[in-house]
């Protein structure tokens, strides 16, 4: 990405005494304002600004512009950045999100809109009275659901909660009922997810995140590898990854793989880490010395229970960069 700032015209929702809980960007650009300022988006907002005396809030029209290497300052600022990635403008770990936590609030997300966490019983009782029934609270929590305020084309989400906003996904993406996608995570191909997407992690073209699998977080291995997947592999169902993995790899169902875990490599008529000629006999690493491989199958000997990693194909195992 060559541009490194973006501008966005939104719509705020304001507290009485002034917080932010959220912005909503429709079009969010790359670069800096457009010559119209977007002016029939500015009309439509313009006409949607209003004030809820029950949720205690108002809706407000924001300009916002970011520089995209910088951190998040505030939360108009923080959505903006949100909105990038799930509008596909920005793929995860392209734009800085320190310290991004800080800066959005605690929120009530409700059936009617978000709502201030502080003092919500009271603004429960004012829905009610309002609404005539109970509100439905969705969720009390710093990110929204990503299909509340984007859904990008050519996606499936069983249940929208389970997909942050600042999701990032690609087309042919399916997002199962169990599957969960974080803030700053998401895919890069047709993929399926049924696992647990942890934040900054990335998943490669026809990869297969099984049921109840999980990424570790953004970082492994104390912090210097980012943990990421690439293109058709398969997480088994039940396993779990904290190290990057190449091209067509597969993780055994219910097989749990840390950067320290001890994996026996497999003897593959091909060169093997740590070494520069054939091996004939297992060798024993640490899995981070596996981190960036393709065709590897890793797998729990049945009768030893000693983790192995064999190739898969037919090929040796492959290194490759940490993505």
Known sequence: MTTRSAWGLGL?????????????????????????????LLATLSAMETKDEARGVHTTVVRTWVDLDDSPRTVAGSYLRLHVLSHRLAEPNTVNLDGILSHLPSVVW?????????GFEATRMRLRRALGHPVQVHSVDKFPRMVDYVVPTGVRIADGARVRLGAYLSEGTSVLASGFVNYNAGTLGR????????????????SDIGGGASTMGMVADGGLRRVSIGERCLLGANSGLGIPLGDDCVVEAGLFITAGTRVSVMP?????PGGHGLFREPRVVAARELAGASNVLFRRNSQSGAVEALPRGGKSIELGAAR
């Open 191 to 206: 993929s399926v997810v049924e696992g647990r997407v942890s934040q900054g992690v990335l998943i490669g073209d026809g």
């Open 268 to 272: 593959s008529g091909g060169v093997v």
């Open 110 to 118: 409700t059936a009617v809109g978000p709502c201030a966490a502080e």
């Open 12 to 40: 705020a929702t304001v507290t009485d005494d002034g917080s932010t809980l959220d912005v909503w960007y429709p079009r969010p650009v790359l670069g800096e304002e457009p010559e119209d300022g977007h002016a029939d």
